[in-house]
């Protein structure tokens, strides 16, 4: 069972603003929780025990919203990057010391999604293994092929679309189970992870996943007040 995870939750959600003037985008609400806190309650409900939260933008925000987690039966951690955020692999590398050497989760906290998180594997064959979901209006070319259980890079050279049943691209969830060695080598500073991520899969170190549920990337007010709307009618969906 993977006990420790990582919500990503250090930007300053620039296309969300002027909500993310005085308010973590995380923090913002849906359905009448936010939407940190779906993600807290759904990891619990997996058996994850302990959460590492980085933050950057309004940081003492969360610490007063979350406290320290054992209302979800957690232990929350605060891995704070100062003024100005890592970006993903620096803010992953930054929290690793909170992490253990064990394969651990992460997840976007601006996402809204009923993926259940116990589903992910527990000990990935590979360096990562990643969720992808269909290409969303806003995002409809993709991020990666998946082919038989394994993601291919075709960047910077796009390669031939597979015949139907043998690999499509998807775009990235922003969900995936990690072990702490993808990151070895890397320095501490401000870096992204998804070069990193296309190296591995490039040497075939990369599993992944479709997953068809409901997947929501909080990236606009609109989207957010849709989803918000759904939830409170009682739909997963908008």
């Known amino acids: 069972m993977i006990e420790h995870a990582l919500i990503f939750a250090a930007g300053r959600g620039v296309r969300m603003r002027p909500l993310t003037d005085a308010t973590p985008k995380p923090l913002l609400e849906a359905g009448g929780k936010r939407l940190i806190e779906w993600h807290l309650e759904n990891l619990a409900r997996a058996g994850v025990r302990e959460v590492v939260i980085n933050t950057s933008h309004l940081a003492e925000h969360f610490p007063a919203a979350l406290g320290d987690g054992s209302r979800w039966g957690l232990r929350i951690h605060y891995s704070h990057e100062g003024p100005e955020p890592l970006e993903t692999g620096g803010g992953m590398l930054h929290a690793l010391p909170l992490l253990g050497d064990t394969p651990f989760i992460a997840v976007n906290g601006d996402i809204w999604t009923d993926f259940d998180f116990s589903a992910l594997p527990q000990d990935p064959a590979g360096i990562a293994h990643l969720v992808l979901v269909d290409n969303p209006p806003q995002h409809p070319g993709g991020d990666f092929v998946l082919r038989d259980g394994t993601l291919i890079d075709d960047h910077p050279h796009p390669i031939p679309l597979p015949p139907a049943g043998e690999g499509e691209k998807l775009t990235f969830a922003g969900i995936g189970v990690y072990r702490p060695e993808l990151l070895a080598g890397q320095q501490p ?50």
């Open 189 to 238: 500073g401000k870096f992204g992870i998804v070069p990193i991520l296309r190296a591995a899969m490039r040497a075939g170190k990369v599993g992944g996943e479709h997953y068809r549920g409901v997947w929501n990337d909080i990236g606009t007010p609109q989207r957010l007040a849709d989803i918000d709307a759904s939830l409170r009618g009682g739909h997963q969906s908008p």
